[in-house]
């Protein structure tokens, strides 16, 4: 009987929704914002920032907590607000911060927020030249934390591009993995590729025993991404006159790679080694022993 209040809490729990966000005035706004990336929850800090509406694949992409992100979130995590006051001027207000550290740090800025109907919003800096060396702009992320955190909204491409790059990297690994295997397979049934290319994800998978490097992150749920080079099958690792060149195992299907990863694919070689591979390189593959 003692588990039914535990129970009952717990449904409760799991069927309570975040609140919605106080943006009723600009300290409030400032402080959620804050608050909510020091806890990494990029959809959440978006309600507080002005303009920043999220697509429905953004949404579901900044699920995923960016790992750029983790020092920034680290060193803002440490400030602790001090005090916040705030000057209206019609539709506009500026919320003066101050905030401490750990170890005696301390900032003082000037939050720029804007009115959104009934709500107050951050707003970023220009940031069209926060690709360059600029110094000024530089300068002004390092010593304005709230609003660099506002500015991210701007920069939404530059952290998805870095997604795909991890993605990428993780597929590099997947298949690096299954090129381990296909080795280990050679060694055991004296160098010869006796199996069917259809066959290579069970026939490897006594070496791998992970059904999950047979996807690539940046693929659809449940896909298996890579293929065996059918030219291969039956072939004897003497016969392979250039095997760091010929390629084992790729992202694609039926001899054609999958240029997924910004116009480019892995591709596992017999040699054991594992290359991302754009279209011009392509060209150059040995496909045939």
């Known amino acids: 009987?003692?588990?039914?209040?535990?129970?009952?809490?717990?449904?409760?729990?799991?069927?309570?929704?975040?609140?919605?966000?106080?943006?009723?005035?600009?300290?409030?706004?400032?402080?959620?914002?804050?608050?909510?990336?020091?806890?990494?929850?990029?959809?959440?800090?978006?309600?507080?920032?002005?303009?920043?509406?999220?697509?429905?694949?953004?949404?579901?992409?900044?699920?995923?907590?960016?790992?750029?992100?983790?020092?920034?979130?680290?060193?803002?995590?440490?400030?602790?607000?001090?005090?916040?006051?705030?000057?209206?001027?019609?539709?506009?207000?500026?919320?003066?911060?101050?905030?401490?550290?750990?170890?005696?740090?301390?900032?003082?800025?000037?939050?720029?927020?804007?009115?959104?109907?009934?709500?107050?919003?951050?707003?970023?800096?220009?940031?069209?030249?926060?690709?360059?060396?600029?110094?000024?702009?530089?300068?002004?992320?390092?010593?304005?934390?709230?609003?660099?955190?506002?500015?991210?909204?701007?920069?939404?491409?530059?952290?998805?591009?870095?997604?795909?790059?991890?993605?990428?990297?993780?597929c590099k690994s997947h298949l690096k993995q299954i090129t381990t295997g296909g080795l280990m397979y050679l060694q055991d049934f004296d160098e010869k590729f006796a199996f069917k290319a259809a066959e290579f994800k069970k026939v490897l998978f006594p070496y791998l025993k992970n059904n999950t490097i047979f996807h690539c992150p940046s693929d659809k749920p449940d896909v298996d991404s890579y293929s065996f080079n059918a030219n291969l099958q039956g072939s004897t690792l003497a016969r392979v006159k250039r095997p760091a060149e010929t390629v084992m195992v790729y992202e694609g299907a039926n001899g054609i790679l999958n240029f997924r990863h910004a116009g480019s694919a892995n591709v596992g070689f017999v040699d054991g080694h594992v290359k991302l591979i754009n279209k011009e390189q392509a060209k150059k593959l040995v496909w045939k022993p």
């Open 1 to 170: 009987m003692k588990l039914l209040p535990l129970i009952l809490t717990f449904v409760i729990q799991s069927n309570v929704t975040s609140p919605k966000p106080d943006v009723s005035t600009p300290e409030s706004s400032v402080r959620g914002l804050v608050a909510a990336y020091i806890k990494m929850d990029i959809l959440r800090a978006s309600e507080f920032v002005y303009g920043a509406k999220l697509t429905a694949d953004q949404k579901a992409s900044f699920k995923e907590q960016p790992p750029q992100l983790k020092e920034l979130v680290k060193a803002l995590s440490t400030f602790k607000i001090t005090d916040l006051k705030s000057e209206i001027n019609g539709n506009g207000a500026t919320v003066t911060l101050s905030a401490s550290a750990d170890g005696g740090d301390s900032i003082k800025e000037k939050v720029p927020l804007r009115r959104e109907g009934t709500s107050w919003k951050v707003v970023g800096f220009d940031v069209k030249n926060i690709g360059s060396q600029d110094s000024k702009v530089m300068s002004e992320m390092q010593m304005s934390p709230v609003r660099t955190l506002a500015t991210m909204f701007n920069l939404l491409p530059v952290f998805s591009g870095a997604r795909d790059k991890a993605r990428e990297v993780g």
